[in-house]
């Protein structure tokens, strides 16, 4: 199953040339999540041919603009291009406001619904389950209400050994129950033990988007061992008190999240403008944490690889 | 005196790769004037190389989102790029509703002022006069309430003739009145006609801005001679219904409008995403007024050159 994420934009507040303010494009068994949408959303997508007709659900994680402001030009163009499909939000409550303030003096009445889902940002929430994962909302403590998501693949059915039901000659309708772990009695009374028959289903595979935050320990039992960690790491750590007053986490900060909660791996994103080049924060997560990667424009990251 | 504008998008409601919707840096004698401010203005300035804190002026011709949907991150990143000096900005009244909610929902207090100057659909206005121009409000005829912009150039002094001034040693205090056209007369009672000591001013220019909207003569006369004349071409004149349908105006409407008021040159825009290259659209404008030129993303226009 499909599990990828594509960043679309990397860079927090203020706009640096060539990189963009917050934006993902989450892959889940084929079915598009959008994370975030900065300004110039829609142009990341043209830029790394993804398709916006096909985002089924998007994810709003707070209201300061870098993450949001390219939201209403999106929805926009999917009206223009003809969608009738709804769409799904979940975003803090007073998007919709902001979004329906925006139509009204356009004038413009979509032609497709959107369902708007008010997160949280006090408790972990389930938000989102449907046959490939389950979303759950993550607060995190930013200087406006803010969630992170965290995306949990569903644990799949254990998976057939086909040719040794075949020799066995098991009956197909039998194997609905094999898959969810039962044995197989024969006629003649013959056990044969599940596990002779089926293999282990792959390991759940988890990603959760830790958007704007401070450096706080609050989320980390929800994302225990998570496979990928996007985690914003605006600063370098000799700006920590920078990073305290803005409500932003450093690199090496973002490094220690990844350690305390048992990440497999890390993303690091939501640079501030400062930095020119990133491989300062690279290396400095690295010294905490070394299966590190930068989020960086238009780089696809399969989670679990 | 400089009066230029850099092009910072063309492209209509949806977005095509490569090109931006609307915006327009306009430089007149140093002073930055940004008209609209399309979804990824920002990016687009820094591109270019144009610094958006030196802009003091920001024109909105309507709301709809290819027009305004850069603003509120632009106005963000001013104010934390530690704006402090006021902002105007004429536009339709409702703008400062949707800013002002944003603004609320992201708590941001900006350190700067913006004065907000309502643009009248319905009657053409003076809505700015300062050193260097004049700013009218254009009545256009869209789907929503919009207007264009027409900048005239004040008219300048005459120019003196130094070297003749200072021949016939004329006092420096009497400069003011020859260069507004008054005669000297000398001591011994010798008249000195303006004209031997002055020479005339450049003509005053203006540029006309004329956003979306359907063909209609009711702005004719207020442009009449313009020096160069932006106008919308979103469609080939085979997309006539459509155009009319949706109040945009042909490539060959944009050519007989420039020809009808006598503009000396032509730059069409607001390309609809259907054109991949964008050619016919000057070719089929070029048929009706050979100076034309495409409002190209980066192309800075002299205007009166």
Redesign the interface.
């Known amino acids: 199953m499909k599990f990828e994420v594509t960043i679309l934009g990397s860079s927090s ?5 060539n990189r ?1 303010p917050t934006s993902q494009a989450l892959n889940i068994n084929e079915h598009l999540y959008l994370i975030d949408c900065a ?2 959303t ?2 990341q997508m ?2 790394f041919g993804i398709k916006s007709s096909r985002i089924e659900y998007i994810f709003i994680s707070h ?4 993450h949001y ?2 939201l ?2 999106l929805l ?2 999917l009206h ?2 003809g969608r009738t499909k709804s769409i799904t939000i979940f975003a ?1 409550a ?1 998007l919709k ?2 979004v329906n ?2 139509l009204k ?3 413009t009445v979509l032609q497709y619904q959107i369902d708007y889902v008010d997160t949280n940002p006090h408790t972990a929430e389930i938000i989102l389950s449907n046959q490939d994962v389950i979303v759950e909302s993550i607060p995190l403590d930013h ?2 209400d803010c969630t992170g998501f965290l995306f949990k693949q569903k644990k799949r059915n254990r998976k057939l050994i086909k040719e040794k039901l075949e020799e066995l000659n098991i009956p197909a309708e039998y194997y609905t129950a094999l898959k969810k772990g039962n044995d197989y009695t024969a006629n003649d009374g013959t056990v044969y033990k599940n596990s002779t028959l089926t293999l282990d289903p792959e390991e759940p595979k988890s990603y959760a988007f830790c958007s704007d935050t401070i450096y706080t320990e609050k989320y980390f039992e929800q994302i225990k061992n998570v496979t990928l960690l996007y985690h914003e790491a605006t600063f370098l750590h000799d700006m920590l008190e920078r990073a305290k007053s803005t409500y932003h986490t450093t690199a090496l900060q973002a490094a220690t999240v990844a350690c305390a909660v048992g990440a497999k791996e890390l993303l690091l994103g939501h640079f501030s403008a400062r930095y020119k080049t990133l491989n300062e924060l690279l290396d400095e997560a690295k010294t905490v944490f070394p299966n590190t990667e930068l989020a960086i424009e238009g780089k696809a990251f399969i989670i679990g690889d």
Chains 1, 2 share one sequence.
């Open positions: 507040a203020t706009p640096i040339f963009n300004e110039g829609q142009q043209l830029r209201l300061h603009g870098d402001l390219g209403v030009g926009s163009s223009l291009n803090p007073p406001e902001i303030l925006q003096y356009s004038e200087r406006i």
